[in-house]
């Protein structure tokens, strides 16, 4: 599959197949966002990859009841929760850079993600982004030590249904030349 056909019909997957991924799949998932651009290349990502059941169905409850999320993350059989190392996007030489340093590791990691969702998509796995959640629960569910923000939860898998096809607006409405108008 080439780059661009991958973003264009890589979908939310909200439903999964029981079925384990492969060790090579995955392998090639993690090296996809480890290749990803970063600040200063500092690489701030950070993947816990959850596999158990019990802890599954612990960080579905971390989603709120409203989110339809949370039953692709007790079904998938793998969510990768993502999070931030903090401290070194939006730095120079340890000093923060105004308006950069409190969320440029947002920016970074979904970098990240977006690698690790495109590689799994041309590998015929299903992924979802899930942000709605508490992540202080989520960072107590897996021992996520200060430092640390965790950022998003994807559940990984074969997935079980055809994910839909969302309109997109057209350039005209998100590009503009020479000045924002």
């Given amino acids: 599959m080439e780059l661009f056909e991958a973003i264009k019909t890589r979908r939310s997957i909200?439903?999964?197949?029981?079925?384990?991924?492969?060790?090579?799949?995955?392998?090639?998932?993690?090296?996809?966002?480890?290749?990803a651009p970063s600040w200063g290349n500092c690489q701030p990502w950070r993947l816990v990859l959850v596999q158990d059941k019990e802890k599954k169905a612990r960080l579905a409850k971390a989603i709120p009841p409203a989110n339809t999320a949370s039953r692709a993350t007790e079904e998938a059989?793998?969510?990768i929760v993502l999070c931030a190392?903090?401290?070194?996007?939006?730095?120079i030489n340890n000093k923060p850079i105004p308006d950069k340093a409190e969320s440029w590791y947002?920016?970074?990691v979904a970098l990240a993600m977006q690698n690790l969702t495109l590689v799994a998509h041309t590998l015929g796995l299903g992924t979802l982004h899930v942000g709605w959640f508490n992540p202080q629960?989520?960072?107590q569910i897996l021992n996520i030590p200060d430092g640390v923000s965790v950022v998003e939860m994807i559940p990984l898998g074969y997935p079980a249904e055809k994910g839909r096809t969302p309109s997109?607006?057209?350039?005209?409405?998100?590009?503009f030349y020479e000045s924002y108008s």
């Fill in 77 to 79: 059989p793998m969510v």
């Fill in 14 to 35: 909200r439903h999964y197949k029981p079925d384990a991924i492969p060790e090579e799949k995955l392998n090639a998932i993690l090296e996809a966002a480890r290749w």
């Fill in 168 to 175: 997109r607006r057209e350039l005209s409405e998100l590009v």
């Fill in 106 to 108: 947002m920016f970074d």
């Fill in 85 to 91: 190392k903090l401290g070194c996007s939006g730095f």
């Fill in 137 to 139: 629960e989520v960072a």
